[in-house]
Nanobody, 127 residues
């Protein structure tokens, strides 16, 4: 079992920045590929970014375009998502997810691949 708790969401103006954190407990954190997803009202949950177990590889969705940076600190059992140049279309609930079964350097982009989820944190970007 892995428990995930996100924090850092909030209301920000367009062009602003936020840093999301996801603290993990339970199963050995470094055994999990980690990812951030987001879900806007009326839309499907979509992949934002993922990071391999050791943090040596990161995969970002196309819409990130250098604006978001994902990282992990296995010593602190935490992953981060730094979001810069935020746009109103980035408004969504952001979820942290853990994939406990992924091969070592694989990052899946489909929600069904992830077996543990946090409760989500709301990010609202005003224009």
């Amino acid at each position: 079992q892995v428990q995930l708790v996100e924090s850092g969401g909030g209301l920000v103006q367009a062009g602003g920045s936020l840093r999301l954190s996801c603290a993990a407990s339970g199963r050995t954190f470094s055994d999990n590929t980690m990812a951030w997803f987001r879900q806007a009202p009326g839309k499907e949950r979509e992949f934002v970014a993922g990071i391999t177990r050791a943090g040596n590889s990161i995969y970002n969705s196309a819409f990130v375009k250098g604006r978001f940076t994902m990282s992990r600190d296995n010593a602190k059992n935490t992953v981060y998502l730094v979001m810069n140049s935020l746009k109103p279309e980035d408004t969504a609930v952001y979820y942290c997810a853990a994939d406990s079964t992924s091969p070592y350097n694989r990052i899946d982009t489909f929600p069904r691949a992830y077996d543990y989820w946090g409760q989500g944190t709301q990010v609202t970007v005003s224009s």
